[in-house]
């Protein structure tokens, strides 16, 4: 039985025929806060308009997102279509959640265990961890394989994640495997997990933050854009296109 079962999560609304929790960043730490115990074994989506849209297109992703404990509403778009259902939605990036929780590990004592990106950037955030957040214990560090995982290998990491005595186990190999191997391992871990994407670079001060204004007008994408416009140009200009086709028009997803 899945462990979420036990507890009530905060409520979803659809968001592009997405089922999105509507919840800000201080509700969702309230909540794991107050039922961690309950909800381990279960893992936690950073939702944007990009994994969204994959969700509505793809059935086997969206199962993945839909079986998470909750899909947070990180990127804006995802929010501003949510706040029409329920007003009290707001954001909840990866950086700030990975964060929060770093920062509440003082008073509960957690432990935390980081897998994927390369060694060298893993190294800069261990520096980083311990310098910012010297409360927090860091159960382990581990850089990416750069493929997917054989169902032994899963096994295995499960296994080396309870073995360090993780409370949280915070995942960065991007959208939408990290989220897939989290559904992977559901049910195989002691800790909460969560994929955070570019959250251990963002941390490491490997890649810079959007700057405040920019995230709060809807803007983030367009720094990120202009960071690595190789890479993210083809998302933005198709599934950004998509979601807000999805948004206006209603169009249901595929079941």
């Excluded at 501003?80 to 954001?91: A, D, I, L």
């Excluded at 994929?195 to 995230?215: D, K, R």
């Amino acid at each position: 039985m899945a462990a979420e079962s036990r507890v009530q999560a905060p409520p979803r609304v659809s968001v592009i025929g997405v089922p999105i929790t509507a919840v800000d960043l201080e509700g969702c730490v309230r909540f794991v806060e107050e039922n961690l115990d309950a909800i381990r074994g279960s893992y936690l989506c950073l939702s944007n308009a990009h994994t969204t849209v994959m969700a509505h297109d793809d059935p086997a992703y969206f199962e993945v997102q839909a079986g998470s404990l909750m899909s947070l509403p990180d990127g804006k778009p995802l929010s501003v279509v949510g706040c029409r259902s329920e007003p009290s939605m707001g954001r909840v990036t990866g950086p700030d959640l990975l964060r929060a929780l770093l920062e509440r590990s003082k008073s509960h004592g957690w432990s935390h265990y980081f897998y994927g990106n390369t060694p060298e950037n893993l190294q800069r955030l261990e520096v980083t961890l311990g310098r910012d957040y010297p409360q927090a214990r860091i159960a382990g560090l581990e850089p990416s394989v750069f493929r997917e995982l054989s169902d032994e290998e899963v096994g295995e990491l499960a296994g080396r994640v309870d073995a360090s005595g993780a409370d949280f186990l915070w995942v960065g190999i991007g959208a939408p495997q990290q989220e897939t191997l989290c559904a992977r391992l559901k049910g195989n871990t002691h800790c909460l997990m969560a994929g955070v994407g570019g959250a251990f670079n963002i941390l490491a001060g490997v890649t810079p933050g959007a700057p405040g204004w920019m995230q709060r007008v809807g803007l983030e994408w367009l720094y990120r854009l202009s960071q690595e416009p190789r890479r993210l140009f083809r998302r933005y200009a198709v599934t950004n296109t998509k979601f807000v086709f999805y948004a206006l028009t209603g169009k249901r997803r595929k079941s």
